[in-house]
């Protein structure tokens, strides 16, 4: 951390921080700093149905597969 500091002329604490705020927010807990807006909201609301929905269509096309298969 503390070459990354240097090199980036940014002061380890400020640094800490990020990874704290980063680590609270991936663990789905709130997380310190300020709150992230309306639209950032709806942007990570989106993802997350996106994440979703990709799973849901990963599921979807193996059962075609599948199914298929045991009609031949």
């Known amino acids: 951390m503390q070459n990354v ?3 980036m002329d ?8 990020w ?5 609270a927010e991936q663990s789905g807990q709130r997380g310190i700093g300020k709150p ?5 909201q709806r942007i990570r609301q989106l993802e997350q149905e996106n994440q979703q929905l990709r799973r849901d269509v990963t599921i979807l ?3 075609s ?3 298929a298969r045991e009609m031949k």
């Open 5 to 7: 500091s240097e090199s």
């Open 10 to 17: 940014i002061g380890q604490t400020a640094i800490r921080r």
């Open 19 to 23: 990874l704290a705020q980063f680590s």
């Open 36 to 40: 992230l807006t309306a639209e950032q």
């Open 61 to 63: 096309k193996k059962a």
């Open 65 to 67: 597969a599948f199914f």
